[in-house]
């Protein structure tokens, strides 16, 4: 970053404050410390998308060719646990969520940034745990460690890859902890709860989730690491212990974890709807309380996973009712953010078109989220592709189509730069059609009865499996091509401006990029959030 | 918002409170009550757990904030037990049999 | 920092008052230890799921466990309570001796709580109940038997585990009483200690009847 053109005075900001790569790894800027979990879960998210294009590659044909079925079963394991534990999770709270969520509510940063920064140190030390079972052969346990397989039978590295989770948990919970005590004691004068952006009740909700449910998925992981590693038996039925008690605890923590990873991405498309329709959210309220009631049903709801585990059908009934519970809120979302919409001045930018293909995926991911709800569905297509598309829709189709969304929003306050505006839309043009051709086959091959986790198919699948690795390829491109382009605007491209879309919002009212204590006079809010009337007029005026 | 200072005498009185209730809580124990024992026992640790977090951890006089978040962290290990225990405690209820009962 | 000169000693350039600080601090260790109580809620969930399964089996091992020892053991750790809420009392009313002495006084108590639950870990040994391959036990109802001496083990060794972090970090602490880095208005690491000791003692308090208690009153 050495600019060679620069008018004198040059202003102080937060990337040309201090350099070397100690001012960086030791840094306890939320700004830099986004950046630098930025560069890790890219990292984590390019080698699980390499593991995605292999399993692609495997199951465009219905004989197992290209890897054995153990080998296959190492793969999907590894991208699972990649993406959820070191991409998903992470993505759009430690990176937006820690760069933003200061800027948003007037602070000079979160309430504890050493912890911040060690959180970010404990995630590497679990991706390195991670990554050194990788080497030494990986795990075939299926990122679940469902027990007794994971506990008894299997012969592969499962004590270091669930070792890497239960540290990389631990990250999580420390940068819930912070974003919690952050927005309720570091708020600017005037910023009350009802004035918050959703973006930042949506983190609130997630902070719960990860700070009440991480706990336990780590003591699960925990029991299980210590029944292979000193043989003593907690989900041993020999002793009266029960396998299912596993699948109970980790999804506890893993049903809401994919609340983890959506309601972030909901919080996103809330602020890109209201900055391109340039209206306030229609009813705010509803939208921050869904949030919370997102969160606090999640928790209800695990038992959905165990339809089929012999789990008592009576339990089953209950946890089948509450799951549908969930669609309330989530219905709330898309139907205000559709009514934000209505009569709104939309300009179509690159981040509206991702906020826009997120709507529509996620309808879909979440209708399908219902049907796999029902009790009597469910076992009919337990465990098959239609699963595996249904969580895609959520879990890319959602939380990836909102993280870049957000990136793409944001980039040129986190960087001063804008990047091509033309690429970036070919790229969101990409990947909602490459998304869709991947994972819509899948719901049709779960539907006819393919399996999720078998390396070889009958026959009789091939047309929709290659459909899907076709998808994947275009998709694989449109994630290629953001990568590039806004590696390339870091340089070459324009300076962005402190406010390039006229958004409303503490982020835009500071400079770009942000001076290390966020700003140069503490703010005091007046108004309610997305007061895009107000801005209008005073545009006028 | 200044700091609410607990007088000495207040955490001596619930010292010694804690320590009656050890002494009670071992006592009950031994003595034969059916289905009381257990709800005595835990009873008298949750009335101890309650005395220190009220006076030795100040949530007494504690914002509603803190009053809430403790709430909320042991309202969620109810859920936690309590769901879990909806599975194990209906598995009985059909012929099958559940790996437990 | 950008002219904060104002910013008085102690207090982070991030907070604007100690209040601000103090509120942060102690919202975030309660946050913590709800973490916490997760954490163990996980082990205590077993625990009730499997003596819901085997009742007779956890009588049979809580017997085999020394009540006196486990009692006394109670009485310590509610001590070393009242001496760490009086170490906190000392840092608000600004006693800088007084800290010390009471941090050192639960030092002293959590190592003899430790201590004694060494000498109940090896009679365990010694007895064959330890968990794993060499696990050995004559009477009834082996395999529950064997499960109670796992959830024993790993509950008491969890929260051990916890008692020598707090010994550890209140040895720290203790250094910087005597050092004076303490005032009225700034003693977040004192007082989220105490919050932490305090939550170890929660769990203790019921870990004691689960373990030790229930089931004392079925004959054997």
Wanted: some cysteine; proline content about 4%.
């Amino acid at each position: 970053m050495s600019d060679t053109v620069t008018t004198p005075p040059r202003r102080k900001h937060y990337l040309n404050v201090d350099y070397g790569i100690k001012s960086w790894l030791l840094t306890q800027d939320h700004k830099r410390i986004a950046i630098l979990y930025l560069i890790s879960i890219t990292f984590f998210f390019i080698i699980g998308g390499v593991m995605a294009a292999l399993i692609r590659v495997e199951l465009a044909t219905p004989l197992g060719d290209l890897v054995e079925a153990d080998t296959y079963n190492r793969l999907f394991t590894a991208h699972g646990v990649l993406m959820v534990f070191l991409f998903l999770i992470p993505s759009i709270p430690a990176v937006l969520g820690n760069f933003l969520i200061p800027l948003m509510i007037g602070a000079k940063d979160l309430a504890f940034p050493k912890l911040n920064l060690g959180s970010w140190y404990v995630y590497n030390l679990g991706a390195l745990l991670m990554v050194a079972a990788l080497l030494r052969g990986g795990t075939d346990t299926g990122w679940t460690f469902y027990t007794p397989y994971s506990s008894t039978f299997a012969d592969s590295e499962v004590i270091l890859t669930a070792l890497g989770a239960f540290v990389v948990g631990f990250s999580s919970i420390m940068t819930g902890l912070n974003f919690i005590v952050t927005i309720h004691r570091m708020r600017a004068p005037g910023l009350t709860w009802f004035r918050l952006p959703l973006f930042v009740w949506a983190h609130y909700g997630t902070s719960l989730i990860q700070v009440l449910g991480t706990p336990v998925v780590a003591i699960a992981i925990l029991l299980v690491a210590a029944e292979r590693l000193l043989h003593i038996g907690i989900f041993d039925p020999a002793l009266g212990g029960d396998p299912v008690l596993f699948q109970h605890l980790f999804w506890f923590y893993s049903h809401p974890a994919v609340y983890i990873m959506i309601l972030p991405s909901m919080g996103v498309i809330s602020e890109l709807i209201a900055a391109f329709s340039r209206k306030r959210i229609f009813g705010y309220k509803f939208v921050a309380f869904s949030s919370l009631a997102i969160a606090v049903l999640g928790f209800l709801v695990w038992g959905h996973h165990l339809f089929v585990s012999s789990q008592s059908i009576y339990a089953g009934l209950i946890f089948s009712v509450l799951s549908m519970l969930v669609a309330v809120p989530s219905a709330v979302k898309v139907f205000n953010w559709t009514a934000t919409l209505y009569q709104g001045s939309i300009s179509w930018q690159t981040p509206m078109i991702y906020a826009l293909g997120f709507i529509g995926l996620f309808v879909i991911g979440g209708l399908t989220g219902t049907m796999l709800a029902t009790l009597g569905i469910d076992m009919h297509v337990h465990d098959t592709y239609f699963v595996v598309a249904h969580f895609h829709y959520i879990m890319v189709g959602g939380a990836i189509m909102g993280y870049l969304g957000g990136l793409h929003f944001w980039w040129p306050k986190i960087t001063g730069r804008m990047y091509s505006v033309f690429w970036s839309k070919i790229a969101a043009g990409l990947i909602f059609v490459g998304f869709n051709l991947t994972f819509f086959p899948q719901f049709l091959l779960g539907y006819m009865g393919m399996p999720r986790r078998y390396h070889a198919y009958p026959e009789e699948f091939q047309i929709l499996n290659v459909l899907s690795s076709a998808g994947a390829t275009i998709l694989g491109l449109g994630y290629l091509l953001p990568l590039i382009y806004l590696f390339w605007s870091m340089r070459y491209g324009e300076r962005a401006g402190d406010n390039p879309w006229g958004a409303y919002g503490l982020e835009w009212e500071t400079s770009s990029p942000p001076p290390t204590l966020n700003f140069d006079e503490p703010p005091v809010v007046t108004t309610e959030a997305y007061d895009y009337l107000s801005l209008r007029e005073k545009k006028l005026a | 918002m200044s700091e609410y200072i607990t007088p000495i005498r207040t955490y001596l009185a619930v010292f010694l409170a804690l320590m009656a209730l050890t002494t009670i809580t071992v006592a009950v124990a031994f003595l034969e009550l059916g289905p009381f024992n257990d709800i005595a026992a835990m009873g008298i640790a949750i009335t101890k757990a309650c005395l220190v977090v009220l006076y030795f951890m100040h949530v007494r006089h504690s914002s509603r904030l803190t009053k809430m978040v403790v709430v909320a962290g042991f309202l969620w290990l109810f859920i936690l037990i309590a769901f879990i225990m909806s599975d194990y405690l209906t598995r009985g209820m059909i012929s099958l049999q559940g790996p437990i009962g | 920092m950008q002219g904060e000169s104002s910013h008085a000693f102690g207090l982070a350039h991030h907070f604007d008052s100690f209040d601000q600080q103090r509120e942060a601090s102690y919202l975030g260790m309660w946050v913590f230890l709800v973490t916490e109580i997760m954490f163990f809620g996980g082990l205590f969930t077993a625990y009730v799921v499997y003596r819901s399964g085997q009742g007779a089996a956890f009588a049979i091992g809580s017997h085999e466990l020394d009540i006196v020892l486990g009692s006394i053991n109670t009485a310590v750790l509610i001590g070393s309570s009242l001496t760490m809420a009086l170490a906190v009392w000392a840092a608000q009313t600004g006693r800088r001796k007084a800290i010390v002495a009471f941090i050192l006084a639960t030092i002293l108590l959590g190592g003899l709580f430790l201590g004694i639950k060494v000498v109940e870990y090896s009679a365990k040994f010694e007895h064959h109940l330890v968990p794993g391959p060499n696990f050995h036990w004559q009477g009834p109802e082996a395999p529950g038997v064997e499960m109670f001496f796992n959830l024993y083990f790993l509950m008491t060794g969890l929260h051990a585990a916890h008692m020598v972090i707090g010994i550890g970090i209140l040895l720290v602490v203790a250094i910087l009483a005597w050092r004076g880095s303490f005032s009225p208005e700034n003693h977040n690491l004192v007082e989220g200690i105490g919050l932490y000791w305090h939550f170890v003692d929660i769990v203790w308090i019921f870990l004691f009847p689960l373990l030790y208690l229930l089931g004392r009153n079925i004959q054997v």
